[in-house]
């Protein structure tokens, strides 16, 4: 039974970051376009909103390139394990007031150390391409997922802090409205380790289009590309809705159907402002990238964890 | 020291601005060695101009420097002209001035534009473009083209302006200025732009000199050399305007006085429209066929990439005995290992984007 019940919530999540990839890519589509004075899709459906319905069968039918010097088993299957752990890292957000997937009192951990097996996955899959772009973008993505993360789980431990609690409902039950000016710094900081996390730009030097063509999925065609793609809208949507319920009060002032509503804007307003900050912003280099990891993001989360420690002790 | 890796740039590659490939050794990300391979886009157009008349080998200079073509029309007319003794009429001269002075604004947002797409900026690409696509329309309502115009011949100009076609013009020089200003903002006042771009590929003024860059290349090292007022040609003497210089030679400095040399440009273009008088496009009495007599000239303009000079040689039959074309892109592209060590992959890329070459020129 319970085999089943989880098999249910795979097929719920994979649907869920299938779809919300599909709604993901138009509304970039149309953000982008507008923001470069264009119009972006507007032919299939209203606002062009179909035309994802459309590129996707067109995925589908691509012919499945697999390079003649490729390590062919790993280079096949690794694409399924960068998707994954970001679909299963979507269990544990509170989507509203008292409900989240999976209830589990390491939310916040599970949150932040799954999609970490991505990291392995993109490796595996840069290696196996046997492309020198490719492999130096695979490297380039591990220096930069596993930095980025320090900043990152620092930035949600002031939160873990303030709630005194790692499982996510907790954390949404007791938040106040007067920790989103506390905690300001920590979601900046949460907000450029998450861009950086999923590879986008201004922090898309793994893929970096003008030096390394696609880095570690230069050699991948159809739907495995797909899956490459849907991992990154699948770890934006993730991050914007941890990053909404944790930082903005989840579903807060509403609770029940409403807080799903109110989670779901609040995690699209994050979104947007990280298609903004990628349309605007030229690409860092990997050493100016790094450095502002250890030198800016780090020391300056460990200043705000101190600050709200110091409040703690006051109050 | 790790061991060094042999990477491949193109010749079909997002950012080597046509079909370039260079060969990169790499040392973990820090490029050691960078060697450009040209000749992909390799036509003998020099070749076939010796066997086509005079007036044939216009449409094979437009395929020269493609993002230029009416600079390569001029200079090869100029050269035309100075062999064959033909006078070009005043208003046909303006003519040049303001369709080249169009065509650099066209050319140089190409190349900032590149410049922010090479660094990840895509948006500042657009807005570059939808400027560039400006002047492709002045240029589509002039000459029915908005690539390869064959606009300039031997003796003038092959129409006069349609009708109205100086009030656009006038309404597009209106607009640029403020235009840069805002593209200014979005790229080079970025502080990722700025990281990337500052200090990154640095050419000193007597390198420029020494392996002969020109153009915006060398005067973003500070190389005070414009041949527009140095060594004028044409109608410049009568405009007033500044030539814009670099003070550090980095890719920086190359990149962003093309933006003030559009502004200049856009001064040139308001002065000529001012100064231009009704009159003659086309030097008349010209023979259907030229044949000029035996003996060589060479004639060079300030192209948006340099001093783009060409050579030609006849024996009296109408056909060039030779064409040789001095290519200022082929000149600033062999600064590129010199700059390229010691920096990373993708300052690589930045510094290849800031040299802004355009491989039809360069392989010919």
Redesign the interface.
């Given at each position: 039974m319970t085999l089943l019940w989880g098999f249910l919530w795979g097929v719920a999540a994979v649907a869920t970051i299938a779809g919300g990839a599909i709604l993901g890519v138009w509304w970039e589509r149309k953000v982008?376009a507008r923001?470069?004075?264009?119009y972006g899709p507007q032919q299939i459906g209203p606002f062009g909103s179909l035309q994802m319905i459309a590129d996707v069968p067109k995925l589908l039918f691509k012919e499945d390139i697999v390079p003649a010097l490729a390590d062919k088993a790993i280079f096949k299957y690794a694409p399924l394990f960068v998707f994954g752990p970001v679909a299963v890292s979507m269990v544990v957000i509170p989507f509203t007031a008292g409900w989240a997937p999976l209830d589990t009192s390491v939310g916040v951990l599970f949150f932040l150390a799954v999609p970490s097996i991505e990291v392995i996955a993109i490796l595996l899959s840069s290696w196996a391409s046997h492309n020198?772009?490719s492999t130096?973008g695979g490297l380039r993505a591990t220096a930069q997922m596993i930095s980025y993360e320090v900043p990152r789980s620092l930035a949600v431990l002031a939160i873990v802090l303030l709630a005194g609690s790692l499982r996510p409902l907790d954390v949404v039950a007791a938040w106040r409205w007067w920790w989103m000016p506390l905690t300001f710094v920590a979601f900046v900081i949460y907000f450029i380790a998450s861009i950086a996390e999923m590879n986008r730009?201004?922090f898309?030097?793994p893929e970096?289009?003008?030096?390394l063509?696609a880095g570690y999925f230069a050699d991948y065609s159809g739907m495995r590309w797909a899956s490459f793609m849907m991992a990154e809208y699948g770890a934006m949507i993730a991050a914007s809705l941890f990053g909404a319920a944790l930082f903005f009060g989840g579903g807060w002032p509403f609770g029940g159907a409403l807080g799903v509503v109110v989670l779901v804007v609040k995690a699209v307003l994050i979104m947007t402002a990280i298609m903004w900050v990628k349309?605007?912003?030229?690409?860092?280099?990997?050493?100016?990238l790094m450095s502002f990891c250890w030198k800016v993001l780090t020391p300056l989360a460990l200043v705000q964890l101190v600050v709200i420690g110091v409040v703690l002790a006051w109050l | 020291m790790t061991e060094q890796?042999?990477?491949?740039i193109g010749p079909s590659?997002?950012?080597t601005h046509g079909v370039c490939r260079v060969v990169v050794t790499?040392d973990g990300?820090i490029v050691t060695h960078a060697e450009p391979i040209i000749g992909h886009l390799h036509r003998g157009i020099e070749k076939m101009a010796e066997n086509r008349t005079y007036l044939q080998v216009v449409p094979l200079t437009d395929r020269l420097d493609y993002v230029g073509s009416m600079y390569a029309n001029w200079a090869y007319c100029r050269a035309v002209e100075r062999l064959a003794g033909i006078r070009v009429p005043e208003r046909a001269e303006y003519i040049r001035v303001i369709v080249c002075e169009l065509q650099r604004i066209a050319s140089h947002m190409m190349g900032i534009g590149s410049t922010?797409?090479?660094?990840?900026?895509?948006?500042?690409f657009?807005?570059a473009f939808?400027q560039r696509d400006h002047v492709v329309e002045l240029f589509e309502a002039l000459c029915g083209a908005r690539l390869t115009y064959n606009y300039v011949r031997p003796g003038g100009v092959s129409m006069d302006l349609p009708e109205g076609w100086v009030e656009q013009c006038r309404a597009f020089t209106a607009q640029h200025p403020s235009a840069m200003l805002e593209l200014d903002r979005?790229?080079f006042g970025?502080v990722?732009?700025r990281?990337?771009l500052k200090g990154v590929g640095v050419l000193s003024a007597d390198d420029a000199v020494a392996w002969g860059a020109s153009g915006p290349t060398a005067r973003g090292s500070g190389v005070d050399w414009d041949l527009r007022r140095d060594d004028p040609y044409s109608v410049y003497p009568r405009f007033d305007f500044q030539v814009p210089l670099g003070e550090n030679g980095d890719s920086y400095d190359r990149a962003r006085i093309r933006l003030w040399e559009c502004v200049e440009s856009c001064k040139i273009i308001d002065q000529a429209l001012d100064q231009l008088e009704p009159g003659l496009v086309k030097a008349e009495g010209l023979p259907r066929l030229l044949a000029p007599r035996p003996g060589d000239a060479y004639d060079h303009i300030e192209s948006a990439r340099g001093s783009l000079g060409v050579y030609l040689v006849s024996d009296g039959t109408p056909r060039p005995y030779r064409m040789k074309v001095r290519s200022p892109a082929f000149c600033n592209l062999a600064l590129l290992p010199l700059l390229a060590e010691g920096h990373?992959?993708?300052?690589l890329?930045v510094i290849l984007g800031s040299l802004d070459p355009v491989f039809g020129e360069v392989d010919r």
């Open positions: 982008s923001i470069q004075m264009r020198t772009l130096l730009g201004p898309d030097i970096a289009e003008s030096e063509v349309w605007t912003f030229p690409r860092l280099r990997q050493d100016q | 890796t042999i990477v491949n590659h997002p950012s790499l990300e922010g797409a090479d660094t990840g900026a895509f948006t500042a657009m807005y939808a979005l790229l970025n990722i732009a990281a990337r990373t992959l993708s300052d890329v």
